[in-house]
Nanobody, 130 residues
Framework: QVLLVESGGGLVQAGGSLRLSCAASGRTFSSYAMGWFRQAPGKEREFVAFISWSGGDTYYADSVKGRFAISRDNGKNTVYLQMDSLNPEDTAVYYC???????????????????????WGQGTQVTVSS
């Protein structure tokens, strides 16, 4: 069982920055790859970023590449999403996710698909005003 808790969302003006955090329970957090997804009203949940268990591999959605950065601190059981140059299109509920089956998240297809992840946080709202 893995419990994920996101924090750090809020209201920010266009061009601003936010850093989201996702704290995970469990002694084996360092073994899990992690993903960030987001869901805007009326839209499907979409992939944002992924980081491997070691932090050596990262993937980003084209829409956030160069603006967002995913990182992790295995000593703190936490994964982060630094979001810079935010625009109103980034407004959404942001979720972190993981799965204990490492093979599921291997490769870009698995890592970027919401269906691959069995554990989700409750989400944190990010609102970017124009």
């Amino acid at each position: 069982q893995v419990l994920l808790v996101e924090s750090g969302g809020g209201l920010v003006q266009a061009g601003g920055s936010l850093r989201l955090s996702c704290a995970a329970s469990g002694r084996t957090f360092s073994s899990y790859a992690m993903g960030w997804f987001r869901q805007a009203p009326g839209k499907e949940r979409e992939f944002v970023a992924f980081i491997s268990w070691s932090g050596g591999d990262t993937y980003y959605a084209d829409s956030v590449k160069g603006r967002f950065a995913i990182s992790r601190d295995n000593g703190k059981n936490t994964v982060y999403l630094q979001m810079d140059s935010l625009n109103p299109e980034d407004t959404a509920v942001y979720y972190c996710a993981t799965d204990t089956r490492a093979y599921i998240l291997r490769g870009t297809i698995g890592a970027t698909s919401a269906a691959s992840y069995g554990y989700w946080g409750q989400g944190t709202q990010v609102t970017v005003s124009s």
